[in-house]
């Protein structure tokens, strides 16, 4: 008896060894181990709903499968777009636009120191007044309203919440004045011309509808 319980000791020391354990290890890769502990989590999860579902079936692994591609598109588009979010709140920076007495100018007052900040060759300054020209009719709009202490980013914000197009188009305004108007840039006649002649052509464009309103009042 003793031999036996001796011989019984000595065979599970053995087992116990390294090259016999390796048998027994799990070698699957780590993105075979979560991709497994997904569709295992998922198909619990379906089976909990629908009674019929039978997990180990080839239809019911595609379906787990789609489920969980869905879900890792979705997490990864959605991470994508709030980071594309925070870039922009960033580059748009904290500083606000307007100074107090530039909010109590008509638009059509910055126009006119447009055009005499470009006979003096000021293109930063002529870049300033023509943003906030743009701004002053997108408050007349009603898309926006006009403060002291907002940003661009409060802007961009606030037209977001109505119109992404509309706030996509005026985020490329602000960052090219931003960039002028603070030096990260270089005011070039060439530039200066293309940006002019988009903002021009937005201004004449919202100018109709502030006209209708006036002739209305």
Do not use: C
């Not at 011989?7 to 053995?14: F, L, P, R, V």
């Not at 869905?70 to 960033?90: D, P, R, Y």
């Not at 007495?101 to 293109?123: A, F, P, S, T």
């Not at 037209?159 to 005026?170: G, T, V």
């Amino acid at each position: 008896m003793a031999r036996h319980e001796q011989a019984k000791e000595t065979i599970e020391n053995i087992l116990e060894q390294h090259e016999y354990q390796i048998y027994y290890e799990d070698h699957r890769s780590f993105l075979k181990k979560v991709w497994d502990k997904l569709t295992t989590w998922v198909g619990d999860w379906l089976k909990e709903w629908f009674a019929s579902f039978e997990p180990d079936s080839t239809a019911s692994n595609v379906i787990v499968s789609l489920i969980i591609f869905t879900l890792l598109v979705s997490i990864i588009v959605g991470a994508f777009l709030i980071i594309n979010k925070m870039i922009q709140n960033k580059r748009l920076g904290k500083r606000k636009p307007f100074r107090t007495q530039d909010i109590e100018w008509q638009y059509h007052e910055h126009l006119y120191e447009v055009e005499r900040q470009e006979k003096n060759e000021n293109y930063p300054l002529a870049t300033r007044h023509l943003f906030l020209a743009l701004l002053l009719l997108l408050h007349d709009k009603g898309w926006l309203e006009k403060k002291n202490w907002k940003t661009n980013w409060d802007y961009d914000k606030e037209l977001r919440q109505s119109d992404h197009y509309l706030a996509d188009k005026f985020y490329q305004t602000a960052l090219y004045f931003e960039q002028i108007t603070y030096g990260e840039q270089a005011a070039y006649l060439e530039e200066y011309q293309v940006y002019k002649t988009k903002v021009l052509q937005w201004i004449k464009q919202l100018e109709p509808d502030r006209k209708q309103k006036e002739a209305g009042e």
